[in-house]
């Protein structure tokens, strides 16, 4: 029997390293200290990390804030429509009593002749001088001229007190707004598209958190798998070191002191690999504890042993139809369409008069009653309309409308654009998908041929039927694809979670029924 070809020592380890190197990119991209732990970490499933994200994870109470906020301004522009009530009052205390001065004047009479016709004038005679009775005769009288001199009259300055020192005066002031060419109306648009925003954005945050603890969980899960694995790998590469090094020390021939070496020192390279293996888990499993809204010192182990793969059998034009409907994002986009239609009203408002009823009911305390502050004058009420009209405003209310309208315009080309790119994202992750399991089986057949690799390989060594490279290099690519079906299936498992993110709701039973389960 030939003896089997033997590559040079340093090719053997460069061609073993290089497998091995491509088992550690496989690995999630985690950095960071590990923490030592000796107390065993509380376990949760899926579920009791989404119900515990929604009560601990901070930003679902900054999104309802927001809500709310958005709520509040509805809630103002509303009060538009009401009458609007304000009571003023004030107490005043002057140094002096208000006054009037009146100056002096004067009125000069011109000189004046009356003329007085002649007549005739009954007079009466008392009794005792004709006779025993008064006795009426009439009498002539002659026509007469009456002069009188020029005369003026000097009025001299008056001090007339209006109030005394001390008021008291309370006013309620009434003013309701009639008509107004639409303004409360394209407020009430705005405000309104703005709680709808804000609603979608709520929703968006709870399907991120959804999205990131999912994937998060199914991280620490394959974090924790792949842990495992390369323990069971470092295993087994230590019993064959330990075969190794005892063919190599009876001195049969077949294994060489470079074979030897070679061997350890991937052995200790796997078991520094082994290390940062751990390391990534402990960070996996607290990333996903930040997720949920836990202290960072804490850490959740994932329940689940393995991550569930369920084949995808959706329809992309349902899931299209489903995404314009339900994708936050798009209905937010709705939203400002909205706003920006009752931002054109607003604006074409400034052209329409606006028609207000306004009164007031006053009340004056004064210790005087005189002056302005007379009993008519310390209580009353009026009654009245206003109206203003825009006339002319340099044509500043014809720009706003033409800006309202372009901003209105350019909402609606962003529309279509956010409806292409929401269909060819869904394109993009459903040939992800259809990529991801085509490579679950065919990583799946290589994990169970390089299972048997190894096996065979592993029994043919102890009859030392084939090298030390071959073992290794047997029991490594048992690694390497083990690690590839493992990453396929939280591939595809981290794809279903955004799929069900860009569609806007839970799209489990479009993603096929029951999950395959693990080998």
Known sequence: MHAPLRLPVGMRFRRAWGVFGIAALLLPPLSGQSETRTEPLPECSLEQCLSTAWERNRQRPASRFALAAAEAQLRQALAGYWPQLSLKAGYELLDQYRNFVFPTSSWTIPPQDVSVPPGVALITVPAGVLGPAAVQLPVQTPAQTISSAPQQFTVPVQDIQLADRETIAGTLDLSWLLFDGGLRAGLRAQARGGVLAAQEQARRTDLEIVESVTRFYYGAVLARQLHRLGSETLERMEATLKL???????????????DYLSNQVMVESLRAMTATLAKN??????ALANVMGLPWQESVSPAERDIPFAPFHGDLAALAGQAYEFNPDWRALAAGLLAAEGAVREARSGQAPQLALTGSLHRIENGYD?????????????????????LFDGHLTRERISEARARLAALQEKKILLREGLGLQLRQIVLELAAAERAHDA???????AEEDRDLNTRAYFDQLVDTEKVVRAQLMEALMAAQHLKTRYDHAALQARLALLVGREVGHALATEPTPPP
């Open 244 to 258: 190794t090094e005892s063919v190599y020390r009876t001195g049969s021939g077949t294994v060489t002191k470079s």
């Open 281 to 286: 888990e402990a960070l996996a499993q607290a």
């Open 370 to 390: 005189g002056g302005f502050v007379s009993d008519r004058n310390k209580r009353g009420w009026t009654v009245g309309l206003g109206l203003r009209l825009p």
């Open 443 to 449: 990583s799946l057949a290589a994990r169970r041929a």
